[in-house]
């Protein structure tokens, strides 16, 4: 396991819903990105926090938005939902900054079926 | 961020060796090569990660061809818990200190008894 806890694991909206999913970074980490996993398909890079600001985002639109708070955790809301928004969502952390070795820790997902 | 190809499937044998290549041709000078593997409905997990040299950890071992173009991750005796999908990803920092993982579709290893 790595340290990075995830919730819900699984739940279901339907379109034009809003969800907020929820990710705590291991300790000691001080950046938080997101990433969205379709059936079969790779993650694909959503945004990064750092600092409680977004510092990198992927090619998604604006209603995918998100928070870090000063414990570094983090939230990834979507608004206005729609169906190809089904997915795994993973949030993973790591420590920016000279110590940063590129490597990610994970946590297990968000499973988000829209309906 | 530079492409990765990497074979959709392959299969190997419980206790041996496991070779997964990966293709990155249009890596720049600067780019590291990463592995993760994904077992099903679980997080992406680290594996080793390199920029010219060879690598080994307790996990794999990692080539990198002289010219950077392709790589190779080897799982010296494959068992059936390294059954999982495989990506190779050539990873860019940006300024900041952050970095993003782009990843491809991997490999599906299956390792069979």
Known sequence: ETGVTQSPTHLIKTRGQQVTLRCSS???HNTVSWYQQALGQGPQFIFQYYREEENGRGNFPPRFSGLQFPNYSSELNVNALELDDSALY?????KAGRANTGELFFGEGSR???L | DAKTTQPTS????????ANLPCNHSTISGNE???????????????????????????MASLI?????????????????RDTAVYYCIVISFWAG?????????GTQLKVEL
């Open chain 2, 10 to 17: 392959m299969d190997c044998a419980e206790g041996r060796a």
């Open chain 2, 97 to 105: 200190g952050g970095n993003k993982l782009t990843f491809g579709t």
């Open chain 2, 64 to 80: 990198i061809t002289e010219d950077r173009k392709s790589s190779t991750l080897i799982l010296p005796h494959a068992t059936l």
């Open chain 1, 112 to 114: 988000l079926t829209v």
């Open chain 2, 32 to 58: 590291y090569v990463y592995w993760y593997r994904q077992i099903h409905s679980q997080g992406p997990q680290y594996i080793i990660h390199g920029l010219k040299n060879n690598e080994t950890n307790e």
């Open chain 1, 26 to 28: 291991q300790s000691g």
């Open chain 1, 90 to 94: 993973l949030c993973a952390s790591f």
